[in-house]
């Protein structure tokens, strides 16, 4: 960027987007060129589409000093959902923090099973376990209209990301925050007619390969409950069945290897029904059980 602006023309949109390309490259981080888009898209306030059609504009040195910091933060890692403080999330835009895991696609499976087990918006009251940045709770309070959710987690810091986003998208009246733990599910009345969860699963082996944007920088204990990654599993699963109505249903979602094995668990807390749903690659990814009427 400096030779550039040394020769005595702004650099354009096009030219530092190359630039930043082939650093990012160099410095082995996903998605380069996703990356350099996104970041100077977000500093000259526009969308892909008004990036795209701005390529030949020439960047001010105002614009050039917000982009270098956030370019060298993506080099060393970062990753750009913590640089841009949000992610989409079925269709929703998210605030995420290193407060919260930054949600994955994956996890819309479990919306998306919500959606064909309660048609017509029929469900009442149902809680997210381990909420983070909130997007299973505000996304279920969204596409449910009537119903009433309790997010629960153990970090505050995640609770107030959940609580922003709930009070974006225009859900906070109807959702309850509770610093707790899995196990401290509280009763309601007439019992939760759903409970979902996208708890820590990632094995302790798995963890040790994982890319440096999630070691260095999602929180650990949101993604590694212990050796197994199956350690959260029965504590979800023993909370939900003491505080589900008679026919209620659990969703959690679980690693891609862990489907016998999260199924066994359900099944040896009770639930009927137990069944492992697969994910768009066609892997195991939520787990599913119903509690008995």
């Known amino acids: 960027m400096k030779e550039m602006e040394g020769r005595g023309r702004a650099p354009t949109v096009r030219e530092i987007l190359g630039k930043t390309e082939g650093y990012l490259q160099e410095k082995g981080v996903d998605a380069p060129r996703l990356s350099a888009q996104l970041l100077l898209a977000k500093v000259l306030g ?25 370019v060298a933060r993506r080099g ?29 696609p994956e996890t819309e499976l479990i919306v998306e099973r919500a959606l064909e087990l309660f048609l017509q918006g029929a469900l009442s009251r149902f809680a997210d376990l381990g909420t983070g940045s909130g997007c299973l709770a505000v996304t279920l309070a ?14 505050p810091g995640a609770l107030a990301v959940a609580r922003e986003n709930a009070v974006t998208h225009g859900v906070a009246a109807r959702l309850e925050f509770l610093e707790a733990d899995f196990a401290d599910l509280p009763e309601t009345a007439g019992g939760y007619a759903l409970v979902v969860s996208n708890p820590p699963y990632v094995t302790a082996a798995e963890y040790r390969e994982c890319s440096r944007e ?12 212990g050796e197994t990654g199956l350690e959260a599993v029965p504590v979800v699963a023993r909370a939900a069945m ?15 290897k862990q489907g016998p094995e999260a199924a066994a668990l359900l099944a040896e807390a009770g639930f009927a029904d137990v069944a492992v749903r697969r994910d768009l690659a066609g892997l195991d990814r939520v787990v599913e059980g119903r509690k008995p009427a």
């Open 46 to 70: 526009l969308d892909r589409l008004g990036l795209v059609l701005a390529m030949d504009r020439p960047l001010s040195v105002e614009e050039l000093d917000g982009y270098r910091p956030l």
């Open 76 to 104: 060393k890692g970062e990753p750009v959902a913590y640089l841009l403080g949000e992610r989409e999330f079925f269709g929703l835009d998210f605030t995420v923090t290193p407060e919260t895991l930054i949600p994955r």
């Open 142 to 155: 969204v596409k449910f209209p009537q119903a009433q959710g309790l997010a629960l987690d153990k970090s």
């Open 214 to 225: 999630v070691r260095d920088f999602e929180p650990q204990g949101a993604l590694v409950p």
């Open 242 to 256: 003491a505080r589900l109505a008679p026919g209620g249903v659990l969703l959690v979602e679980i690693g891609w």
